[in-house]
């Protein structure tokens, strides 16, 4: 690949597809995330046009490098009748509520998937940081949609990487929901290590702490009202300590926003600063970094917590106030959820949460002690 000028410097991988683009109105991602975090982080000066590239749509053959051909079709010829007949919708779990049909149903996450695929060339190149917040769809699996993802744009990413020749990636999820398709996909390849936190208890219902699919997968589900604190001890008392015992040569980061306290999707309590310092401390672990996106059902909050999470790669405090222009870009989106009519003057005039700490409490110790237990053995 020909060297790139700004590629020592963190890469911002987006797309213009995501602008306007809806599952529908009823739809929790009827919202604009990846736009919004765009915006917001051209807003404050912190995305020159240098570090951004536009991500490329995945070919058939780089999607069926861990799909199906017949579903990968299937999902494009959704797209171009903008309807399923009923052996599709219940093969494939296209055309439901929770995977609806939609304009850019294969475009948009083919696209999420080819940014996945490109960043991990960058980092076989020159990049050592790349950002993708497009491509944290970690539920789909080979032959299905799940979880209002398509392609699994991760596995895609992390294959790429394992095509490359880099023979350990750790994956580590921060989104509310457990990272299933991911884990599944890589539970017995030595040179995958995963690392889920999501609740407890909630969609789609694995993930336990016994669990450790094969061997190759450490799960930490954590109880509701899960805070600040709670997920600052997680980072030291396991998700470090893990990713130092792997010595991996590429961290995959997930960083879904649907744990923060003001998403409809979960019942977590964390604010975006347990977000950016989970982050700001990981991002050590290995010399190759590629973050990623995930949930995040609140475009005030999601938008806030990813630019953040882009000024934090840089090595910028994204606690400071937003400038007119960020401001504007907050004050200009709408949501439909009764939350949404009327929101808190905070969502326009903060990019950082009030910080939201508390008690340790014993299921939380629990679950590390359980995980921790035999360390990588």
Same mark, same amino acid.
């Given at each position: $690949? ?5 590629? /020592? ?9 995501? =602008? ?21 982080? =051209?807003? $404050? ?11 490329? $749509? ?62 991990? /060339?960058? *980092? ?48 580590? &999820?921060? &989104? ?7 884990? #599944?996909?890589?539970?017995? #390849?030595? =040179? @995958? ?8 208890? =909630? ?38 300590? *893990? ?8 961290? @995959? ?16 309590? *964390? ?11 990981? $991002?050590? *672990? ?25 000024? @934090? ?6 606690? @400071? ?57």
């Amino acid at each position: $690949m020909t060297s790139h000028p700004s590629f /020592r410097r963190p890469l911002f991988l987006g797309s213009e597809i995501y =602008r306007g683009s809806s599952y529908g109105p009823k739809h929790p991602l009827s919202i604009p995330r990846v736009s919004t975090a765009i915006d917001l982080s =051209r807003a $404050m000066g912190w995305l020159p046009d240098e570090v951004y590239l536009d991500s490329p $749509m995945a070919t058939p053959g780089q999607l069926t490098r861990f799909h199906t051909p017949d579903y990968i079709e299937a999902l494009r010829r959704a797209e171009e009748a903008q309807r399923v007949d009923e052996e599709t919708r219940d093969r494939y779990n296209l055309g439901r509520l929770e995977n609806p049909i939609y304009a850019e149903m294969y475009r948009r996450p083919a696209i999420s998937a080819g940014a996945a695929i490109l960043a991990a /060339r960058l *980092l076989m190149d020159e990049a050592r940081t790349v950002y993708s917040p497009a491509s944290g769809t970690h539920h789909a699996w080979p032959g299905r949609a799940s979880g209002f993802c398509y392609t699994n744009a991760p596995v895609l990413g992390i294959l790429a990487l394992l095509d490359a020749g880099f023979e350990r990636v750790l994956y580590v &999820d921060l &989104d509310a929901h457990h990272g299933d398709g991911v884990e #599944a996909a890589f539970a017995e #390849a030595p =040179r @995958v290590l995963t690392i889920s936190v999501h609740e407890d208890g =909630r969609w789609p219902f694995t993930g336990k702490a016994e669990d450790r699919a094969g061997g190759m997968a450490r799960n930490l589900p954590m109880p509701q009202g899960f805070n600040d604190s709670e997920m600052a001890y997680l980072v030291e008392r396991a998700l470090l300590p *893990l990713g130092r015992a792997f010595a991996p040569e590429v961290l @995959v980061l997930q960083t879904g926003a649907d744990a923060l306290a003001e998403d409809p999707l979960s019942r977590l309590e *964390l604010s975006n600063h347990a977000l950016w310092d989970a982050v700001r401390s990981l $991002m050590g *672990l290995a010399p190759r970094l590629l973050v990623v996106g995930g949930g995040g059902y609140n475009p005030w909050t999601v938008g806030r917590c990813w630019a953040g999470i882009w000024a @934090v790669l840089n090595g910028i405090d994204p606690a @400071v106030p937003p400038t007119p222009e960020a401001e504007r870009v907050l004050r200009a989106l709408t949501w439909s959820r009764a939350a949404g009519r009327n929101p808190p003057e905070h969502w326009f005039t903060t990019l950082a949460d009030v910080p939201r700490p508390g008690p340790i409490r014993g299921r939380v110790r629990e679950v590390v002690d359980i995980v921790m237990e035999g360390g990588l053995s």
